[in-house]
Structures are given as C-alpha cells and as structure tokens.
T-cell receptor, first 114, second 118 residues
C-alpha cells in the first residue's frame, strides 16, 4: 500500500543551523509529493510540492527533491529562523487517487532556539 | 486566497452527546475532507466528499458520519460522542482538476477544532 515515513521529532536546532527532515515513501508509480507545515494554533498549509521524479519544490528557503531511486523527499533549509518553529508533514497523493486523496506522515516537530 | 473556516476552535462535550462540526470553504472546491490529528499518528482521514451529497469513507470512519447538502459546506457528525474521540479535527478542501494540472491535489486546511469529550 501507500505510506509515508518521516523522521521522528522533536528536532531542536539553533538559529541559522542547517535543517534536514528525512522523508521516504512507498507507493505505486509516480505519486505527487508534498511538504505541509502547521504553525502553532493553525491548520496545515502547503509548503512545497513536486509532481515527478527529479523535480525540486522550493518555498520560503525550504527545498525538497523528488528522488525516485531512493523513494525519498527530504526537506532542507540552509539557515533556519525562530519563525520556522512548527510541525512539518511529508505527504503523498497516489497516482489515480479519487478526490485528490493525500496520505500524510506522522509529522516532525521543529523547534528553533534563538 | 482560499479560505476554509471551521465553526469552533474549541469544543467541550459530554459522553453520549451528538456533536456537529461545521466546515465552510469559499473557493467553489469540489472535494472536501475531514481528518483527525493525534500526537504521533499524524493526520488520519475520516470521510471525504467529491461532490454535493456524495461521500466516501476514509481510513477511520467508525463512530462518525458526514453531510454535504451544499457545495461549500461539509459537516462532521459524532452521533454519540465518546472519550476516544477527543482530538483535533481538521477540515480541508481541494479542486477537482485533470491529473496533469499543477493545481490538483493541493488541499487547503481550516484552523482546526479541538474537541474534548468528558
């Protein structure tokens, strides 16, 4: 079946540190891949997405590359800020899914120290 | 901007009560979703709807029902609330477009309703 596995949190970093949050997936064919972010007290919002192999999604300094060979979609940022503190969800939309269903990972809580 | 609103941010109910959670979206989206979010479990799909009066079960539909009488509104109903339904409930919506469209798949979420069942 389809599933997403992401690194467990919490992840605590100092401001300006380099961030990697690992995400791997299991799916048939070429799903669309996403990173969503949930800031404290809010719902989820799309951070970035990639729809085919080798695509790179990017937004707000975050990047993730769709790696078919390793079935991965790791999230990276070169220099994190306190305002990046949030919960990050890796997700996929299976090929041919009805009503654009999305399967989410369990989430990784990120805390940035000033 | 897409806006998805949920009727309450916080709700406290007693075991056995009937609970209604309302969700409204203002962007004419065909698809709407209800999830619950629990620590360590991520988001789990309860029900979704791809058109007015159409609904499909998600991964954890037991103990819940839904209603979609109008395109913009999707309601989640707990017929008889139980303590194990204490959770954060998130509503989302998305467009129905051809698979090749870059706008397809993206879901837009409401702020969530934190429900406590005593």
């Amino acid at each position: 079946g389809n599933s997403v596995t992401q690194m467990e949190g919490p992840v605590t970093l100092s401001e300006e540190a380099f961030l990697t949050i690992n995400c791997t997936y299991t799916a048939t064919g070429y799903p669309s891949l996403f990173w969503y972010v949930q800031y404290p007290g809010e719902g989820l919002q799309l951070l970035l997405k990639a729809t085919k192999a080798d695509d790179k999604g990017s937004n707000k300094g975050f990047e993730a590359t769709y790696r078919k060979e390793t079935t991965s979609f790791h999230l990276e940022k070169g220099s994190v800020q306190v305002s990046d503190s949030a919960v990050y969800f890796c997700a996929l939309s299976p090929l041919g899914s009805s009503a654009s269903k999305i399967i989410f990972g369990s989430g990784t809580r990120l805390s940035i120290r000033p | 901007d897409v806006k998805v609103t949920q009727s309450s941010r916080y709700l406290v109910k007693r075991t056995g009560e009937k609970v209604f959670l309302e969700c409204v979206q203002d962007m004419d989206h065909e698809n709407m979703f209800w999830y619950r979010q629990d620590p360590g479990l991520g988001l789990r799909l309860i029900y979704f709807s791809y058109d007015v009066k159409m609904k499909e079960k998600g991964d954890i539909p037991e103990g819940y029902s839904v209603s979609r009488e109008k395109k913009e509104r999707f309601s989640l109903i707990l017929e008889s609330a139980s303590t194990n339904q204490t959770s954060m409930y998130l509503c989302a919506s998305s467009l129905s477009l051809p698979r090749t469209s870059p706008s397809t798949d993206t879901q837009y979420f409401g702020p969530g309703t934190r429900l406590t069942v005593l």
